[in-house]
Nanobody
Framework: QVQLVESGGGLVQPGGSLRLSCAAS????????MGWDRQAPGKQRELVAT???????NYADSVKGRFTISRDNAKNTVYLQMNSLKPEDTNVYYC??????????????WGQGTQVTVSS
């Protein structure tokens, strides 16, 4: 019913920047909070950032001041601008969205993940 497709991951040197995008498509009535999580092998998934439909942002302490989340409601797309990247930012990044489908109750949908590797 709803698909989230991420793009923009890759390999970057420490101190570099990347911009992730995630576009939602399908039978969408409304999208509420959107966000990004990340997970390294053998570790728990952790929240990176969220943004409400009205634009209120929330960040993990580890990325505050370096990452910026934004969204384009007309395009059902959320972005994550990542600056001053560190090796410890190396993870698979997953976008997520709270979506109302056909006027029904909210459900959370997830993308397939995009790899970000920070290494010299």
């Amino acid at each position: 019913q709803v698909q989230l497709v991420e793009s923009g991951g890759g390999l970057v040197q420490p101190g570099g920047s990347l911009r992730l995008s995630c576009a939602a498509s399908g039978s969408i009535s409304s999208i509420y909070t959107m966000g990004w999580d990340r997970q390294a092998p053998g570790k728990q998934r952790e929240l990176v950032a969220t943004i409400t439909r009205g634009g209120r942002e929330n960040y993990a302490d580890s990325v505050k001041g370096r990452f910026t989340i934004s969204r384009d409601n007309a395009k059902n797309t959320v972005y994550l601008q990542m600056n001053s990247l560190k090796p410890e930012d190396t993870n698979v990044y997953y976008c997520n969205a709270d979506v109302s489908v056909g006027g029904s109750s909210l459900a959370t949908y997830w993308g397939q993940g995009t790899q970000v590797t920070v290494s010299s």
